[in-house]
């Protein structure tokens, strides 16, 4: 398996592979909209290959972290593999190329919106234990911070997502 950033002639691969693993475009639509605002950060948007062939995806884009300061933290969203490779260490492959990427880039801080047993393995805990509150009613095990390299005690207020998330 190789993990890489992506490039211009994988969007097509990368939006097969989204809708497949969400069985809709929602997430597919939301990779576009990310990549064509302020929010994209190229380096981190990875692809997994097996023989030359996309088979997974994970993208890292800036969300707003509202407080007495106001921060540009990052959300992990989306992550995909294709069906028939996945349980075989993809997904998590490139979650910790993303969060590696983004400790060398000095970034303070990954959110995700998830299954706390699958990403407490790469240091995500409840984001109300470090006072970053979720802008959605969910149970708050289910929203999760992972703090990095730049992470400081001063980041702590209430996330706020970007327009291009309105379509998931």
């Not at 800036?62 to 992550?79: A, C, F, K, R, T």
């Not at 289910?142 to 005690?153: A, C």
């Amino acid at each position: 398996m190789n993990i890489r950033c992506s490039n211009c002639s994988d969007y097509p691969a990368i939006a097969e592979i989204e809708k497949q693993a969400f069985g809709r475009d929602n997430e597919a639509r939301l990779v576009e909209l990310i990549r064509e605002s302020d929010r994209y950060i190229p380096e981190l948007e990875l692809v997994a290959e097996i023989n030359n062939a996309v088979v997974g995806h994970v993208l890292f884009s800036y969300i707003d972290l509202l407080g007495q300061e106001n921060w540009q933290v990052l959300g992990l969203s989306p992550i995909a593999v294709r069906s028939q490779f996945q349980r075989r260490g993809i997904g998590s492959a490139l979650i910790g190329a993303g969060l590696e990427a983004a400790d060398v880039r000095g970034e303070a801080m990954a959110i995700v919106l998830g299954d706390p047993q699958f990403y407490s393995r790469f240091g995500f805990q409840p984001s109300v234990g470090y006072g970053v509150e979720s802008p959605f009613p969910v149970p708050e095990e289910f929203f999760l911070l992972k703090p990095l390299k730049n992470y400081q005690e001063l980041h702590r207020g209430k996330i706020a997502y970007p327009p291009s998330f309105n379509v998931v």
